[in-house]
């Protein structure tokens, strides 16, 4: 299949529809890669990759008083990193349930990654197996800390993540013409005591109809994920405007600068429907020296 120019987000059929709404609960906007602290960024549509939300910075001034059972759950370390005890603080915001797009790679509409060996990593920046690119970019590494709303907002320790994206051109591999052969930006993690997976990869570009993303699809554990089984979540993780315009106006990203400007997160046929602002990462960092993002996703 071959990707020519807009990537219109098509639905997956009934069955899997009605498979996926399933205990999906609720996400905050969070910043921590592998735990660490870091500033929080802008959180509203068009705000600075330095400021924080409103949201963000009440959640920040209460973390301390994040629930005793999710603070006292075995699943939590000893000593929870402020990243995940702010996240707990902010847990209770349901996450919208999207469209894994029509390039999910995960055996729904064509080829299936998942069933490949070598797919649970870390860093996605490069293809594996027979696959021999890699996506040249601005370096991005982004966290998801995962929640389990219906327990207190404790970290679901052993779920797993499987995610994708575009390369710097809006192209996908695995699909599009030329990167039939070739699986990079895509890869699974297991979540960590903190509930939380982090991926090494670059920042996205931006084709005509979409506003840059990142998709993901959560799973209960890692052997449900590579075997392709039940979805717990699926979603969308939407970048800043800040950050996206730092980001257009290197060498590399030509024709995401021409298509970024076109579509606004209002105007998006996935975040439209609030603007994005329950899957806006925050993110900091600059195009010189890469960004870290982190989004919050409670189930």
């Not at 009440?58 to 759950?73: C, F, L, Q, Y």
């Not at 996450?95 to 998942?114: F, H």
């Not at 060996?117 to 890699?134: E, L, M, P």
């Amino acid at each position: 299949m071959t990707n020519n120019l807009p990537h219109p987000d098509h639905d997956r059929g009934l069955e899997f529809d009605l498979s996926t709404l399933m205990s999906r609960r609720s996400l905050g906007i969070f910043l921590g890669a592998g735990g660490t602290a870091a500033a929080l960024a802008a959180c509203t549509p068009g705000g600075s990759s330095t400021s924080a939300s409103p949201s963000a910075s009440a959640a920040a001034a209460t973390a301390s008083s994040a629930s005793p059972t999710a603070s006292g759950s075995a699943a939590a370390t000893a000593s929870p990193s402020p990243a995940l005890t702010r996240a707990i603080a902010e847990c209770g915001v349901e996450i919208p349930q999207e469209t894994a797009g029509p390039y999910p790679g995960d055996g729904s509409n064509g080829p299936n990654v998942l069933e490949a060996s070598g797919v649970v990593r870390k860093d996605i920046t490069s293809s594996f197996g027979t696959g021999t690119a890699k996506a040249p970019g601005v370096p991005l590494t982004f966290t998801l800390t995962l929640l389990d709303n219906a327990n207190g907002c404790v970290p679901l320790t052993g779920a797993a993540v499987y995610a994708w994206h575009c390369d710097s051109n809006g192209k996908y591999s695995m699909y599009d013409t030329g990167l039939e052969n070739e699986n990079f930006l895509r890869g699974v993690q297991e979540a960590d005591a903190n509930g939380q997976v982090t991926f090494k990869s670059i920042f996205p570009g931006a084709y005509m109809g979409r506003w840059p993303h990142i998709h993901f699809e959560v799973f209960e554990s890692m052997s449900n994920a590579t075997a392709a089984g039940q979805v717990l979540a699926v979603s969308q993780m939407a970048l800043t405007k800040a950050a996206c315009e730092d980001v257009y106006a290197t060498a590399g990203y030509g024709s995401s600068a021409q298509n970024f400007p076109r579509t606004t997160l209002q105007s998006d046929n996935v975040f439209g429907d609030d603007g994005g602002i329950y899957q806006l990462a925050a993110m900091t960092g600059s195009a010189a020296a890469g960004y870290t993002a982190g989004l919050n996703v409670t189930i």
